[in-house]
């Protein structure tokens, strides 16, 4: 019988903890480097749910939407962030919701257009 009681605790506590599931966003906007080696991207879309790999060639809109979010990104040292300096990215990563800025721990970055839309980069 006692062992009975200890499963059910023991199931009841796994259900009611939380899991601790970061998720993995993609947004797109206008590819900042704000100071030497400190990267933004700004005026960018809302976070969507995404996966961690490179987009498809279908999946990248022939119209960069803008959008009024910045995020700070981290991890970059993997990724040759200058080669997209002040142009529109698709960055896909683990997305960190904080204040006053959330960031973004980069798992792809793709340019989807070689400059930043009028107004985009300020």
């Known amino acids: 019988m006692n062992a009975f009681i200890f ?15 970061i998720d993995i966003v993609s947004v797109i906007g206008c590819l900042k480097e704000t100071t030497p080696n400190t990267w933004t991207v ?16 279908k999946d990248i809109p022939a119209v960069p939407p803008a959008g009024k979010n910045e995020f ?29 800025v959330s960031r973004l721990n980069i798992t792809s970055v793709t340019m989807i257009s ?5 107004g985009q980069g300020k």
Do not use: M, W, Y
Request: charged share 10%; proline share 14%.
């Open 7 to 21: 499963l059910t605790a023991v199931v009841l506590a796994a259900q009611a903890a939380p899991s601790g599931k």
């Open 42 to 57: 700004v005026n960018a879309t809302d976070p969507v749910p995404s996966n961690a790999n490179a987009p498809q060639p």
């Open 72 to 100: 700070h990104l981290i991890g970059v040292s993997e990724f040759n962030l200058p080669a997209h300096k002040d142009r529109t990215v698709l960055v896909k990563g683990l997305f960190i919701n904080a204040t006053p």
């Open 114 to 118: 070689p400059s930043c839309a009028p």
